[in-house]
């Protein structure tokens, strides 16, 4: 069992920045795959980035590649999403997740996931 606790949601201008981080308590971080996804009212989930077991290979989905960064500290037990250049339609509640998946895999789909946190606010004005 794992217990995961999103911060650092808020409210930011677009074209700003914010960082979420994500803490884990339980088995060792390092044994899970993390990801980050996000859900805005009305709408599905959907997946936002995911990264290795050691960090070392991260994925993105197209609509935040090259603004959003998803990084870890195995030795905090934190995974980490930094966003920037956020637009309005980034606004979501954002929520990370860890997988028991085999390392490897790109963990795109929430069905892969195991475990998550309650989500955090984001919200972007115009």
């Known amino acids: 069992q794992v217990q995961l606790v999103e911060s650092g949601g808020g409210l930011v201008q677009a074209g700003g920045s914010l960082r979420l981080a994500c803490a884990a308590s339980g088995r060792t971080f390092s044994s899970y795959g993390m990801g980050w996804f996000r859900q805005a009212p009305g709408k599905e989930r959907e997946f936002v980035a995911a990264?290795?077991?050691?960090?070392?290979?991260?994925y993105y989905a197209d609509s935040v590649k090259g603004r959003f960064t998803i990084s870890r500290d195995n030795a905090k037990n934190t995974v980490y999403l930094q966003m920037n250049s956020l637009k309005p339609e980034d606004t979501a509640v954002y929520y990370c997740?860890?997988?028991?998946?085999?390392?490897?895999?790109?963990?795109?789909?929430?069905?892969?996931?195991?475990?998550w946190g309650q989500g955090t606010q984001v919200t972007v004005s115009s």
């Open positions: 990264a290795s077991l050691s960090g070392a290979n991260t």
């Open positions: 997740a860890a997988t028991l998946g085999p390392d490897g895999s790109a963990w795109l789909t929430l069905d892969e996931y195991d475990y």
